[in-house]
């Protein structure tokens, strides 16, 4: 059974960090595309960062650009998002899904594809 599963989440003073997690089963990240994804209440959900599959290719939104990073670990089939200087503006919960591709497009963050393989989300409340 191909699953991602989240986890990381918590309460956090604005200027604080966090790192979350995204854990597969049933399959190899490795070969995938992983993004990480956000919604806000009564937000639609954006997509915030993206790792290619084969060289490790890093990708982000300007609104996490310089305080989020994604990276690998292969060995433990995980994909982090390391959060620095959260802002209150970053409460949300938190998705990883696999994509087809990713990077930028006229300058801008996006994505191809339809994601898939969500997990259940890590919740992230930015707040003093």
């Known amino acids: 059974q191909v699953q991602l599963v989240e986890s990381g989440g918590g309460l956090v003073q604005p200027g604080g960090s966090l790192r979350l997690s995204c854990a597969a089963s049933?399959?190899?990240?490795?070969?995938?595309?992983i993004g990480w994804f956000r919604q806000a209440p009564g937000k639609e959900r954006e997509g915030v960062s993206c790792?290619?599959?084969?060289?490790?290719?890093?990708y982000y939104a300007d609104s996490v650009k310089g305080r989020f990073t994604i990276s690998r670990d292969n060995a433990k089939n995980t994909v982090y998002l390391q959060m620095n200087s959260l802002k209150p503006e970053d409460t949300a919960v938190y998705y990883c899904?696999?994509?087809?591709?990713?990077?930028?497009?006229?300058?801008?963050?996006?994505?191809?594809?339809?994601?898939?393989?969500w997990g259940q989300g890590t919740q992230v409340t930015v707040s003093s």
């Open positions: 049933g399959f190899a990240l490795d070969y995938y595309y």
């Open positions: 899904a696999t994509l087809k591709g990713c990077g930028y497009y006229s300058g801008k963050y996006g994505y191809t594809g339809q994601p898939d393989s």
């Open positions: 790792i290619s599959s084969s060289d490790d290719i890093t």
